[in-house]
């Protein structure tokens, strides 16, 4: 009988998952999966404010302020003031953050292929799907 803890098999698979990723991310690019996703937000917004990125990733501001100071360290993005909205930081991809994204890329396409064999190609995007569905549910209450 499968185990029913949904919650438990979640946060179990979640922490495997991160740990995996992280090594990954760090062996090809030097850099977090957490650091990856904030690399990513900026990536697609150009711009972005901190307090933004801080909603998108789903992260309290000062846990984003401290991350952003270590990415501006490794010149992997940059700030900049931004121009509509006093006192905010705009912040830019560098061109060493758009080659660790270009580094990072081939391994996470790689884990994403393992997991949806592990998964079940047939299952892979149904379980993307109820994921997601969980954390708009999440947002809503």
Known sequence: MADERLYFQLQRAAHHLRVAADRRCMGAA????AQLGAL???QQQPGVTQQELAHTLGQRESAITSMVTRLVDAGLISKRTHPRQYR??????TASGKRAL???????DEFNEQMRA????DKFTETAEALARLDQW???T
Request: overall charge negative.
């Open 30 to 33: 030097g850099i977090t999966t």
């Open 40 to 42: 990513f937000a900026v």
């Open 88 to 93: 905010a930081i705009a912040l830019e991809l």
């Open 138 to 140: 999440f947002e809503a």
């Open 102 to 108: 270009d580094r990072v890329r081939p391994a996470m």
């Open 118 to 121: 592990a998964i079940g190609a």
